[in-house]
């Protein structure tokens, strides 16, 4: 079952005296965490005031937040975002959603197991499946050639040595 709400990033200090917050983002960019309008923060409904991007992080004034001592007590929060608000580009997906999926080999049609976790290296994301062995498998069109989250499955192109 997909969740409504997805962690999108976390609070990591203030800005300014009017009580804005630094918000990390763990999605693509802080770009996209420009164009929500709420972020929920402990269960809790926050509209974002104001918000712009400075230097990879969104910088947001959020309703109820108003002192440098109100944001400093949000500081290590993580934000979550209402997946229904999100306007993803078609064939985009939100990593959250292929956890659990099942794997399945371009070629042979056989199932691979189950993609277990997402890895977040520097050098790029890395998909863990777990079927009769552990497969990582690099999150590029070369090895990922298609991610359906409506029937559940994700394709992978295989090469020796994975």
Known sequence: MKQRYLEAGQIVTTHGVRGEVRIRPWADSAEFLKGFTVFHIDGKPFP??????????????????????EAEAMRGKVIRIDREEARLEPGAYFLQDIIGLPAVEEESGKNLGIVEDILQLPGGDVLVIRGEREILVPRVPEFIRRVDTENGTVTVHLIEGL
């Open 48 to 69: 974002v005031r104001s918000s712009f991007v400075h230097k990879g992080a969104l910088i947001a004034a959020l309703e109820g937040v108003n002192t440098m001592d």
